[in-house]
């Protein structure tokens, strides 16, 4: 077969290579001024596997690459944008890969390398978006086995009318929140509880959240001037959002879209590919 090399941009080094299976995809996508920013630039050190967490095996192919093949699936994209670590050449190696074997009218694939902060690489794959792009979708490649549903629920909802979007579900556990102790209680135990936040009104937010494009450009370069301690409390996009004051809706998350941080994240998401869900496009 002769597979036709597609075009990867990528915005510093480039590196192309054919190889590994077909990736289908239904229609060219109907949303043509949506993107999708993939963060992969993570160090995972929390994974302990010695490399970035997007190159960690999970069901023999690399977390980044289920990523990704859920944002193809979902058919959401005109552009996929992928933040990875600076100086990487593996997993550009694996993205080349990937983007050789799209099919014509598949989504455009760009790298960039990402920051020393989640929020420097958003913020990096923000300026590398297409022109004409007016909303923008932003995954955590460790949710690698997010639902194509998800992506097209956050879609859908921006197509609405929403400026900004979040996949949330429910909490399980009661939440409290807690302070040091300190005086003659630090000997007793290290924190004590300062409140019950109301469970039914608490969500666990996962991504992709979804954007007006021009509304999150905003609010990153709102961020842009945080001091150190305000930059290091942005843990989403969403909260930036929130600072602007622009409403942030809700549509259901998934629980398979767990976010793979630690070893035993890892178990869950092996066990999810191999148990009887099968795999990731089971309805979230
Ligand atoms: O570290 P954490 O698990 O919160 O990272 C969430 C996502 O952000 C991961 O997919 C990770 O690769 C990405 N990230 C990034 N650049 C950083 C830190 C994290 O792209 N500097």
């Known amino acids: 077969?002769?597979?036709?090399?597609?075009?990867?941009?990528?915005?510093?080094?480039?590196?192309l290579m054919a190889r590994s299976t077909l990736v289908t995809m239904s229609i060219p996508s109907k949303r043509a001024v949506t993107a999708v920013i993939?963060?992969?630039?993570?160090?995972?050190?929390?994974?302990?596997?010695?490399?970035?967490?997007?190159?960690v095996p999970l069901g023999g192919e690399t977390i980044l690459m289920h990523a990704l093949r859920g944002v193809v699936a979902s058919d959401v994209a005109r552009q996929i944008c992928v933040a990875v670590p600076r100086g990487d050449t593996t997993l550009r190696e694996l993205i080349a890969d990937f983007t050789v074997d799209l099919v014509?009218?598949?989504?455009?694939?760009?790298?960039?390398?990402?920051?020393?902060?989640?929020?420097?690489?958003?913020?990096?794959?923000l300026a590398a978006l297409e022109d004409g792009t007016e909303f923008v979708l932003v995954h955590d490649?460790?949710?690698?086995?997010?639902?194509e549903r998800v992506f097209q629920r956050v879609a859908d909802a921006?197509?609405?009318?929403?400026?900004?979007?979040?996949?949330?579900?429910?909490?399980?556990?009661?939440?409290?929140?807690?302070?040091?102790?300190?005086?003659?209680?630090?000997?007793?135990?290290?924190e004590v509880v300062t409140g019950t936040a109301p469970r039914e009104q608490l969500r666990a937010v996962q991504t992709p959240q979804g954007f007006e494009l021009a509304t999150l450009r905003r609010a990153h370069q709102a961020a842009g001037l945080f001091d150190d301690k305000q930059a290091a409390a942005v843990t989403d996009d969403a909260m930036l959002v929130e600072l602007l004051g622009v409403p942030v809706h809700a549509v259901r998350g998934a629980s398979q879209s767990l976010k793979i941080t630690t070893p035993l994240d890892l178990i869950i998401a092996e066990g999810l590919l191999e148990g009887p869900l099968g795999i990731r496009w089971v309805e979230g």
């Open 158 to 190: 921006l197509s609405s009318g929403a400026k900004a979007v979040i996949p949330a579900m429910p909490v399980v556990d009661t939440i409290k929140t807690v302070a040091e102790t300190d005086g003659p209680d630090a000997s007793i135990a290290p």
């Open 141 to 147: 490649a460790a949710r690698a086995l997010t639902p």
């Open 1 to 15: 077969m002769v597979r036709k090399r597609r075009r990867v941009s990528f915005c510093h080094k480039s590196l």
């Open 104 to 125: 014509d009218g598949g989504p455009e694939v760009t790298v960039v390398d990402g920051g020393s902060s989640r929020a420097d690489s958003v913020r990096a794959a």
């Open 38 to 55: 993939v963060v992969a630039a993570g160090s995972g050190e929390r994974l302990g596997y010695g490399m970035p967490k997007a190159q």
